[in-house]
């Protein structure tokens, strides 16, 4: 797992995370080739895509993690059911 974290001029950092076999000096390469676009670049990764303007980005930090993806927070936790033989109080007077 590489943790990439982005800075941009003028704006919050960026980190992703992505599960490349490919080790750090060969990733980093790919993404300096990235910077030398012109306009628009667009950066894919496991844990998402970001399109960036090569010319506000200062930097771009690259290191191996052991950290897990972070559980997306728009999913939710499935209900679990309801043993059967158990009451439930829905009303109390």
Known sequence: M???V?????????ELLDDDGMD???YAEGLSELLKVGNV????TTSGSFIA????????????????PK????K???KKP????VDIITDVD
């Open 24 to 26: 750090i000096p060969t």
């Open 2 to 4: 590489k943790r990439i």
């Open 41 to 44: 670049s667009i950066i894919h």
């Open 82 to 85: 309801i043993k059967e033989g």
């Open 71 to 74: 559980k997306d927070p728009k």
């Open 6 to 14: 982005i800075f941009q001029e003028g704006s919050n950092n960026v």
């Open 53 to 68: 303007r090569p010319s506000k980005v200062t930097g771009i930090f690259v290191q191996d993690s052991k950290i897990p």
């Open 76 to 78: 939710k936790n499935p």
